[in-house]
């Protein structure tokens, strides 16, 4: 016969109110028996045992139903069944532990501890101190935020011999008091653990970290020993201000790791940026000069600036192995130079207008040459250079004005002989220039020479050397002559070559003059007429290239070549990425190449060809299509884009433009692959409208 629940509850109901006790306990206990889950009749049931006296009964009733409530989540309902056990027995440890627990689950710490401390009580009365010594670990790991408590209880697991579940503890609790921006007290529970396993590297390096944040460089600096905790520790001294402390420990990284480039630039350029060229020599090695070429140009700069010029100019040397069109950054930089150290300046130049001359570039040399020489006007060597390559590159204007300035620079500088050389090469090239015979008259006081006026009379009367342009000028011109002097009047009081007499120029003798054979009679119309001759027309003067003008022309050509270089590096590097599958970084780099025009054709096929695999058929189309329009580098390569565009169109529902693409190829390319096929079937598909 089935068991009927409801009858036997209400059974017991009536015994109760009849005051039969044992009666109603019996009927309880058999719905108890009969339906172990029933936790409400068995709490029922051990109130009426506890009524009865049956303490015991009671208890393990209670302790039943309590674990029951537990297994189906009633936490607080089973607490409390579990506080009836205990005023029935205030020592079971099971219960004590169970009441302690669901306590803790519930948050409620303080009822917890008092719970499990009263089992370790019990344990150390009874002389289980290992025992006890593990309640009270638990005692202290109850409330995960107390972390005192959590590292007296790691203290305690220590003690107990248990040291690896101590550290991990330790190193739980230091992470936590990080991500609670509580650096101190994380490194403090760290050092807690380096102590027990002072060889783990595991701990030492968070305990580095922790140092850091903590702002204890010198407890991270003795832990550190890894390059990653070096560099963290140096990041963090050069942001806290302690440069040199962040030098240092960077140094020492680099000396852990040699081949480390990016480190060496740092310091390089660190140590360049202080000026000093000896620590910054320690990594500038091959690697790092190409990784960064404009480097070695700043560490000579600072090498010459010092009077080190040999390295410097070594410096100077390796950076234009390393840039081969450099030799612009080497001209500003001389320039740059040409006031305090002009030496230095000067031969680092000498090193770039040599590779232009070696490509016969005469212009540019002379243009830098110039530049240089007007920041520098009386640095002799530099003019001499400039004379010497107008020579070469047969620049005759530009060289009459560098042989002006080099006169006037031995004048300067006291060179009295080359400055007479050059001043009467000038004069017998220009005899009416006032300012040339001042420049002779200054060589010849140089000179010591007692009466310049007439060593200057002497050579401006003296007949002029044979040469072809003599035997011209000696030359008869007759009335019928078709060549035709350009001679203009000019105010002999507003000449520019006008011989004032109260000038100090007075003493020299026009008669005198005038008696010389070759130059008589030009000279005596000069003397009579007060003219000048213009011969602009006969011999316009070229002007030497411009610096900036030749430094901006260069510029732009390397600026375009830096663009196409810089397409073709991102277009090499998003092949590789897509080879290597990853389309998400190769994508943008072919969006990057694409703005180039030559190397658009490439990157736009390839990102069709990639939207089109990943279903971005809308995307492709318009990626085919600046192909398409874009040069292509053989007829096969403009073909397979145009195949590949009508295919897209196709599949993207778009019949007319794929036909219209297919019948251009067909033009172009004749019967390539299946085109006849594909317009056949096309034109076939728009007959049937």
């Given at each position: ?293 404009p480097l070695l140009l700043s560490a000579a700069e600072v090498q010459l600036r010092t009077g080190r010029v040999d390295a410097g100019l070594l410096s100077v040397r390796r950076f234009l192995d390393e840039e081969a069109d450099g030799r612009e950054q080497v001209a ?358």
């Amino acid at each position: 016969m089935a068991f009927d629940r409801a009858a036997t509850l209400r059974q017991a109901e009536k015994l109760l109110r009849q005051g039969k006790l044992d009666a109603a306990i019996a009927a309880y206990a058999s719905v108890v028996e009969h339906e172990p889950t029933d936790w409400n009749t068995a709490n029922t049931l051990g109130d009426l045992y506890a009524r009865a006296g049956h303490s015991e009964r009671a208890a393990d009733q209670f302790i039943r139903c309590a674990d029951r409530l537990i297994a189906e989540g009633f936490l607080a309902k089973a607490g409390a069944v579990y506080k009836k056990v205990l005023k029935l027995r205030p020592d079971d440890e099971r219960a004590l532990l169970q009441a302690g627990e669901l306590a803790a689950r519930q948050g409620l710490y303080l009822d917890a501890r008092a719970y499990l401390t009263a089992v370790a009580d019990g344990r150390t009365a009874r002389g289980d101190a290992s025992g006890a010594a593990e309640i009270r670990i638990r005692v202290d790991t109850l409330d995960p935020n107390d972390y005192d408590r959590r590292r007296a209880a790691a203290r305690l697991r220590a003690d107990r011999g248990d040291i690896i579940g101590a550290v991990g503890d330790l190193r739980e609790i230091a992470q936590a008091l990080a991500h609670k921006s509580r650096p101190s007290d994380a490194l403090a529970a760290l050092e807690q653990a380096a102590q027990l396993v002072p060889g783990d590297d595991r701990v030492r390096a968070q305990l580095v970290y922790a140092a850091v944040e903590a702002g204890d460089f010198a407890r991270a600096r003795a832990s550190a020993t890894s390059v990653d905790e070096l560099r963290t520790l140096a990041d963090a001294l050069d942001k806290h201000g302690r440069q040199d402390e962040a030098i240092e420990t960077l140094q020492l990284v680099a000396r852990l790791s040699p081949g480390n480039v990016d480190l060496a630039l740092r310091l390089a350029r660190t140590f360049l940026a202080r000026g000093d060229v000896t620590a910054a020599a320690e990594f500038l090695s091959p690697e790092v000069a190409r990784a960064d070429p404009p480097l070695l140009l700043s560490a000579a700069e600072v090498q010459l600036r010092t009077g080190r010029v040999d390295a410097g100019l070594l410096s100077v040397r390796r950076f234009l192995d390393e840039e081969a069109d450099g030799r612009e950054q080497v001209a500003r930089l001389s320039c740059r130079l040409a006031d305090d150290a002009p030496e230095g300046g000067f031969r680092a130049l000498d090193i770039a207008t040599e590779a232009a001359a070696a490509r016969s570039d005469w212009g540019w040399s002379v243009a830098a040459l110039q530049e240089f020489s007007r920041r520098a006007p009386t640095f002799v060597p530099a003019l001499l250079r400039l004379v010497e390559s107008c020579l070469d590159g047969g620049l005759e204007p530009a060289l009459y004005d560098a042989q002006l300035q080099l006169t006037d620079a031995y004048l300067t500088t006291g060179a009295g002989a080359e400055a007479r050389t050059l001043a009467e090469d000038l004069l017998d090239r220009e005899p009416w220039e006032i300012a040339h015979v001042d420049r002779l008259r200054r060589a010849l006081a140089l000179l010591d020479e007692r009466d310049p006026d007439r060593v200057i009379a002497a050579r401006l009367s003296a007949p002029a050397a044979p040469s072809e342009d003599a035997a011209v000028a000696a030359t008869p011109i007759a009335a019928d002559d078709e060549l035709e002097l350009m001679v203009v009047d000019v105010d002999s009081e507003n000449s520019p070559h006008a011989v004032d007499p109260d000038d100090g120029y007075g003493e020299v003798d026009l008669g005198e003059i005038a008696t010389a054979p070759a130059l008589a009679a030009t000279r005596l119309d000069m003397a009579d007429m007060d003219l000048s001759i213009a011969i602009d027309d006969i011999a316009a003067p070229i002007t030497a290239p411009d610096l900036d003008g030749v430094f901006e022309q260069l510029r732009d050509e390397v600026t375009m070549r830096s663009a196409v270089d810089a397409a073709e590096a991102d277009y090499q590097r998003a092949l590789v990425l897509q080879r290597a599958g990853d389309i998400d970084e190769c994508v943008p780099l072919l969006l990057a190449a694409a703005r180039e025009p030559a190397v658009r054709f490439a990157a736009a096929s390839l990102l069709g060809r990639i939207f089109k695999q990943g279903g971005l058929t809308a995307d492709a189309i318009e990626w085919f299509e600046q192909a398409a329009d874009s040069p292509a580098p053989e007829p096969s390569a403009a073909h397979e884009v145009l195949y590949e565009l009508a295919d897209a169109l196709e599949s993207a529902g778009e019949p007319a433009r794929a036909l219209a693409v297919w019948l251009e190829l067909q033009a172009d390319a004749g019967s390539y692959r299946d085109v006849a096929a594909r317009i056949d079937r096309l034109a076939n598909m728009k007959a049937r409208g």
